[in-house]
């Protein structure tokens, strides 16, 4: 049995009342927890402390009580690795928190090797850079994703332009040159970080500027990031096939599997 923390004590799953967090006005992140430890736990606190001041929240949690929440969830269920949500909401002036594990869909060795299939979806963050719960985009690229039977769908704005994927983020590349949507036009994940420092830590040419979806076809490959498929290579948007072993790509799932195993020597030293 799944036992959830939240702000009036701690209670099973069968107990939990989702119904209070699934607003616009909650804010959220999702934690990977590799061999018992949560990855880059600072840089999730940091984006949820911005997402909740961008929704205008009056949460007051410091990082000490946050990491402590994280490491009693994961003694309690005896849980080593799998996603964790931590989710803030205040609803009707009422102060809410929970911190969950969730079901995860994580890659197989098959999709790391061939690449997921994928399709576009036209629709927009109302505010891309705050981790919110948008139930209507939520429930609309699930619709898609499932009767399509498709790994993700990637947004499409006004513009024409691929800006993000559902629930990660979207890298191009040609030519040996990196392509992704600006910062401020996307939820900047902690993944897509940690790429962005393994690029330059490669010596690889980023450019930050979102892809139209009617140039696809210019582009040699693609991939996703994000807490689930970490760096994961796109086989397919809709009928383009793409390849899905570029060297470029590999040695960039290399670089950012070493920062795992780096940081999670680290945290075991240090915590």
Known sequence: MVMIITNSGIVAESEFQPEKFNSDHAVYEVIRVIDGVALFLEDHFNR??????????????????????????????????????????????????????????????????????????????????????????????????DEQKLYEVLLVNSDGQITEGSRSNVFFVKDDVFFTAPSSDVLVGITRQKVLGCLNDLGFHLVEEAVKASEIDQYDGVFLTGTSPKVLSVRSIGNRIFPAQLSVVKKLMESYDERITQYILLARTFY
């Open 48 to 145: 949820l402390q911005k997402s909740i001041e961008m929704q205008g929240l009056s949460f007051s949690m410091e990082f000490p009580y946050f990491k402590h929440q994280i490491s009693e969830l994961i003694r309690l269920n005896q849980i080593q690795n799998g996603n964790i949500k931590s989710v803030f909401s205040g609803v009707e002036m009422e102060k809410q928190w929970a911190f969950t594990f969730i079901s995860a869909n994580y890659p197989g060795e098959v999709d790391y090797l061939n690449g997921v299939s994928t399709d576009l979806f036209f629709a927009k963050r109302e505010n891309p850079n705050a981790k919110v719960i948008q139930s209507s985009i939520r429930e609309k690229a699930d619709r898609i994703i």
